[in-house]
Structure formats: structure tokens, C-alpha cells
């Protein structure tokens, strides 16, 4: 199997929906900021993603205090490129891995990127930003050559700080070199990485990054998000995939004091500012459904499901079967049946949503924040520009957290209620 | 039922007027906000909301406020003593024990339960110990030497 087959199995949908104006974009920075894009072009336009931006979709900047910042849309579920992205960027720099600040999954501050998933982070993302790194510590070198008045080839440099490797002093510091300067270079060909014999940090045990704050509590996921006046919603379900609502009875949850009913449609959602209080109110709305009648049952789903399976697809094809099954010694024919079995990362699905206006921030725990906002953008019928999805921590993802109905949900919620609310899918 | 509770929390003194029958967990989420203590299914199988109730760990989505009148409730936010990480946490950090660290303030309270009942544990003790906390990440395998580590340190002591 090519390895990039992995692009078609998920997600091939998620296309941007508009391009950051780049003139805005760049206003708001100063330092050294290194645009770069992430993975092989080529794989990309393979996928026929016309609106994909050609221009940049990741990029790290060198600010005047000296800190090193990387903004990409990748997002931490526990696989670790919160720590591992940052190693890669300040090994390449030659800065401190403490220098860097890694921000990621904020669509107002960090460039379209498609998703986190297939782990694709560390392979595609990790060689450009590594690149980019690269062409930062050459951007520094020119800096310093100009600066010391000493050609490149003699200049060293030692956790952000240059120096004539025969002299040692005077050195200059990434701070001092970058102040008042506004210097942009966009990586249009691959910049001499390290070798792997170079490497300081790279490939060296180190705690990560998150650790502390994971082991105190500390750490904000998606539902430690709370805001002034917020109420968390509980939704109604239907019993069954295409069961259609008949009629509700409210009555017993309208007498709940402080519960919030809002409906629009078949959907019905009950808030309140504790969320077991909203499961009890959620409880006493009596709902009648209409069940499609599929005749299937736990028996004879799985021939159902054989019957009307799409066409398979071969994704490699070697060797000969037939050979293999003479070859065997032993051949073992059985089928076996199970049950649906439901993603269930330990985090389940969760977002919160505030809108001012024509306004809306949501924090979600989402493989893909900007997906994600193209989709509320769409439910609420703003632009697009006008929703912000940032994404704190995700307790895990497992591709599960790809698709993020909820925040879709939430949004309506707090569309309709006018204030913020907290929704978690339950199990 | 609204009554007025009175426990310990986190060394501190906590009354509260409340429906007694409420869960533990959205007190301490919402009311404390103490968001330490994780939701993650509800009830009570994947131990993520895991405290510390008279140090005996318990799963707080299935505690009832009343069930802790004049009891002792800790959580991931107290184990902590005089801004010094517990054993425990020093042990999850340098054993790489977590991932996405949603699970990890239950298994650390479990694991602090564990060790004061077992306090030199064999590995397998520990794996047992441990089962009914669930992580999906793959952080098994480096819980139990972080575990194992933090009892040697400990020597019983808490």
C-alpha cells in the first residue's frame, strides 16, 4: 500500500473554505516569520483540492523577545507533537526547547490546515517544519554575519546566541537580532535539514511538554471550559436511526425551575447550569417516535449488511492466494460476527459555544477545528471568518474526533438560547 | 433532597446547600470548579472521575453528595503538598505514564488508594489494581513501572 493511500480513507471532503488574507495576516506580526506548507504539494493536488491555499498553511515566526512560536491548525489528542513538533523546530534552530511555543488548533490565529489524523503530523508536518527551521537559522546567520561583521561560515550558535566560533564573544542574541525587523521568507525549496549525527534534542528522552500540567488537573480540555453564565444542554434523541418525532410532552420539564426548553423543529434540547440537573430535566420530556420498520434484527443484519456493502477496493495486490492456501499447513475457515461498536475515545465528544452577535467562538474537542467551523459557520449563517474554533487539549481522537457534530449542536443551542453553553455527548 | 453538607475538601472546609442527591462529580466540576475530576462515561466503569473519599478511591459519578457528610474528599488539585508534586506524579511524569491525560487524575488517585492498601505491590498486584481504570491511548505499560516507582519512594508513607 503507498503510503499516501491513508489521504483517501478519511476525510477527503474537508476542503477550506476561504483563504486567510494574507496582507491582514502579515500586519499583525514582527521578527522573523518563515512561512512553509505542509507535506508534498504534489500528494495534495493529486487529491483535486482546487481551493487548497498553494501560499503557506503553516509557519513559525522568531519575535523580538527571542521566543520561537510554530502556528499550525495540528491539534494535541495525546499523540505527543505538542512536545515532539516543538523538539523538531528548536533542534533545527539551535534554541532551547523551553524557547518555543507551539500554537496549534486556533483558526483565527493558525493557517487553514486539513486535520490531525492518520498519523500524518510527525511525516508530513515534521520534515517542512524542520525546514522552515532551517531557513530561520540560516535568516539568523545572515543577521549576525551582518551584525558581528564576520563572514557565515565562522559563526556558531548555541541556544539562540551567535558568536565567531573562534572568539566565542562578543555573541548576539536571536532577541537583539530580530528587533525592529520585519523580515518574511516564504520555503519554496527544502532548506538543509540536519543530520541525524547533529541532532541534540531530537531523539532524546524528554518529558512532555504537557506533563505537569496533565498530572495536576491542570490541563483545559473542551469541557474545563467555562464561561460567565453558561449552562450546559442536554439533547433528545430518537430511539432509533430515522425514528421520526410525533409528539412531545413538556409539561412536567416546563415546571422545573431554572430549566431552559429550546426548540426548533425536532430539535429539542433542555439547559440548565448544572449538567446533571439538565440530564434529570432531559428525563421528563415524554416523546413519541415513529420507528422505521426495517425488518432488521440482530440476526439477520449481518446479511443485510453483506447484501448492501458498497464494491470493495483493492489497495495493494501481490502474491498469489490461491498458492498461499495450497502452501498452508493448516486452514482455519470460520466467520465471526460482532456487534456495532461505538469510537469511544475517554473524552467523549464535547464543544462549547459563545456568540456576540454575529460572533461565534467555539471551543470543541476536534480532529478538525477548521472543518469544524466551516460547519457551524454554515448552521448559524455567518461567514465563515465570523467563527472562531480553538481547541484546548483532546482526551484523545482516534479519528473519532474528526467529525464534531456537536459543535454543530452547541451552536444552535446557544444560537437559540442566547447564552453560552456546554455540551458533552454522553456514551 | 436540599440540605445543608458539610465535608472536607482538599484539606478545606466546605458546607454546602445543595440537592444531596446530586453527584459528587458535577459538585466538583461545576460548583468547586474543581475540572480535575474528569466525566467520561457517567457510570462508573472507566474510572475517570475518580477521588479520594476517606482516601478510599471511588468513582465520584456514582457518589452522592450526602454520601460524603463529614467525610474527607480528595482530588488530583489536592494530593499536591506544600506546591510539591506527590510521588505518584512524579513517577507518571517520568515514566512518560499518560497521553492525552484525560484518564490520568483518576489512575493517580487509584494508584494512591492501591499503594496505601498494597504498599509494595508486584507488578501483577498492580495490574489488578489498576484494571477497572480505562485508557485508551496505550499508557498501560508505563503506568505500572511509574507505580512501582512512586511505592518505592513512598515506603508506605503518604
Not at chain 2, 482530588?75 to 499536591?80: C, D, R, Y
Amino acid at each position: 500500500m503507498n503510503n499516501d493511500d491513508y489521504l483517501e480513507l478519511d476525510f477527503t471532503d474537508n476542503i477550506p473554505d476561504f483563504q486567510i488574507n494574507r496582507r491582514d495576516f502579515l500586519k499583525l506580526t514582527s521578527g522573523v516569520l518563515i512561512l512553509f506548507t505542509i507535506g508534498d504539494k504534489e500528494v495534495f493536488a493529486q487529491q483535486t483540492r482546487p481551493s487548497l491555499p498553494t501560499d503557506f498553511n503553516a509557519f513559525l515566526r522568531i519575535g523580538e523577545d527571542g521566543r520561537v512560536s510554530c502556528y499550525t491548525g495540528k491539534i494535541e489528542m495525546g499523540q505527543g507533537v505538542h512536545t515532539s513538533l516543538a523538539q523538531m523546530l528548536a533542534d533545527e534552530l539551535d534554541v532551547s526547547l523551553d524557547s518555543v511555543d507551539m500554537v496549534m488548533g486556533d483558526t483565527d490565529l493558525c493557517p487553514w490546515d486539513a486535520g490531525t489524523w492518520g498519523s500524518m503530523s510527525t511525516r508530513y508536518f515534521g520534515p517542512a517544519l524542520r525546514a522552515a527551521g532551517a531557513e530561520a537559522r540560516q535568516v539568523m546567520l545572515q543577521l549576525a554575519s551582518e551584525q558581528l561583521k564576520t563572514p557565515i561560515e565562522q559563526l556558531v550558535i548555541e541556544q539562540g546566541e551567535v558568536f565567531d566560533k573562534t572568539r566565542k564573544a562578543p555573541r548576539v542574541t536571536y532577541a537583539q537580532l530580530t528587533k525592529g525587523k520585519k523580515i518574511e521568507r516564504h520555503l519554496s525549496q527544502a532548506a538543509i535539514k540536519k543530520m541525524p549525527s547533529e541532532f541534540k534534542i531530537m531523539g532524546k528522552p524528554i518529558t512532555r511538554r504537557d506533563a505537569k500540567e496533565k498530572v495536576t488537573g491542570k490541563a483545559k480540555y473542551t469541557g474545563d471550559i467555562q464561561l460567565p453564565g453558561m449552562v450546559y444542554a442536554k439533547i433528545l434523541r430518537p430511539p432509533a436511526h430515522g425514528a421520526k418525532l410525533i409528539d412531545v410532552d413538556l409539561l412536567e420539564v416546563d415546571k422545573m425551575k431554572d430549566v431552559q426548553v429550546i426548540r426548533e423543529r425536532d430539535f429539542i434540547a433542555v439547559l440548565h447550569k448544572y449538567p446533571d440537573v439538565a440530564e434529570i430535566a432531559l428525563s421528563k420530556i415524554k416523546a413519541n417516535y415513529e420507528r422505521p420498520q426495517t425488518g432488521l434484527d440482530n440476526t439477520n443484519i449481518f446479511e443485510h449488511l453483506l447484501k448492501n456493502a458498497s464494491e470493495g477496493k483493492s489497495v495493494a495486490k501481490e502474491g498469489n492466494l490461491q498458492e498461499g492456501e495450497h502452501l498452508a499447513a493448516k486452514i482455519v475457515d470460520e466467520t465471526y460476527l460482532d456487534g456495532y461498536k461505538a469510537h469511544s475515545p475517554i473524552e467523549p465528544h464535547t464543544a462549547v459555544a459563545k456568540i456576540e452577535g454575529n460572533k461565534a467562538t467555539i471551543w470543541a474537542s476536534s480532529q478538525t477545528p477548521f472543518s469544524t467551523r466551516s460547519e457551524v459557520a454554515k448552521e448559524l449563517g455567518f461567514p465563515p471568518e465570523n467563527v472562531r474554533v480553538i481547541t484546548p487539549f483532546l482526551g484523545g481522537g482516534f479519528g473519532g474526533k474528526g467529525r464534531n457534530p456537536q459543535a454543530v449542536e452547541v451552536a444552535r443551542c446557544a444560537h437559540l438560547s442566547g447564552k453560552p453553553v456546554q455540551l458533552v455527548w454522553t456514551r | 433532597m436540599e440540605e445543608t453538607i458539610q465535608f472536607k475538601l482538599n484539606g478545606k472546609s466546605v458546607t454546602l446547600t445543595a440537592d444531596s442527591d446530586r453527584m459528587l462529580l458535577w459538585i466538583l466540576r461545576t460548583d468547586q470548579g474543581l475540572t480535575g475530576t474528569k466525566y467520561g462515561c457517567g457510570e462508573g466503569y472507566c474510572g475517570a472521575c475518580t477521588v479520594l473519599v476517606n482516601d478510599e478511591a471511588v468513582r465520584s459519578c456514582q457518589t452522592p453528595l450526602k454520601d460524603v457528610r463529614g467525610k474527607e474528599v480528595v482530588t488530583i488539585e489536592g494530593i499536591e503538598k506544600n506546591e510539591t508534586l506527590h510521588p505518584l506524579q512524579k513517577a507518571f511524569m517520568k515514566h512518560d505514564a499518560l497521553q492525552c491525560g484525560y484518564c490520568t487524575p483518576g489512575m493517580i488517585l487509584n494508584a494512591y488508594s492501591f499503594l496505601r492498601k498494597n504498599p509494595k505491590p508486584t507488578a501483577s498486584e498492580i495490574i489488578q489494581g489498576m484494571d477497572n481504570n480505562l485508557c485508551r491511548c496505550g499508557a498501560h505499560n508505563r503506568i505500572i513501572p511509574a507505580i512501582e516507582e512512586a511505592a518505592k519512594e513512598m515506603e508506605g508513607g503518604f
